[in-house]
C-alpha cells in the first residue's frame, strides 16, 4: 500500500487541526492504521492507533486531546487533535500495517506557534 497524509499545518495554541490519512493500492482492510510524529532533533514517537476492530491505543500525551478513528471501507484514518501546544509541532506521520507489511506517509508538519 502507498500511504498519503493531509491536514498539516500552522495553528494558534489552543487550537485544533484534523490530520487525514489514505492507504491505497490496498486490495483489503488493513489491521492497524497509526500517527506517530518526529519533532527536531527527536526521535520517532507513537501518538495513537486504531485496529481494524475499532480497538484504539494512545500515548500518555495524546490521551483526552488527540482522537484517531478510520474508515475501513475506505482505508482512511483521521487525527482530530485539540488544544495544541507548542511542543506538540513535528511532523506527523501515518502508518499502516498489515500482516508483516507497512507502509509510512511522507509526514505533514504541525506548527502550533502564536
Known amino acids: 500500500a502507498q500511504v498519503e497524509e493531509s491536514g498539516g499545518g500552522l495553528v494558534q495554541p489552543g487550537g485544533s487541526l484534523r490530520l487525514s490519512c489514505t492507504a491505497f493500492e490496498s486490495g483489503f482492510i488493513i489491521h492497524e492504521m497509526a500517527w506517530y510524529r518526529q519533532a527536531p532533533g527527536k526521535p520517532r514517537d507513537f501518538v495513537g492507533n486504531?485496529?481494524?476492530?475499532?480497538?484504539?491505543e494512545y500515548a500518555h500525551f495524546a490521551k483526552g486531546r488527540f482522537t484517531v478513528s478510520r474508515d475501513n471501507a475506505e482505508n482512511t484514518a483521521h487525527l482530530q487533535m485539540n488544544n495544541l501546544q507548542p511542543h506538540d509541532t513535528a511532523v506527523y506521520y501515518c502508518?499502516?500495517?498489515?500482516?508483516?507489511?507497512?507502509?509510512w506517509g511522507q509526514g505533514t508538519q504541525v506548527t502550533v506557534s502564536e
Open positions: 486504531m485496529l481494524s476492530d475499532g480497538t484504539t
Open positions: 502508518n499502516a500495517k498489515e500482516g508483516t507489511e507497512e507502509a
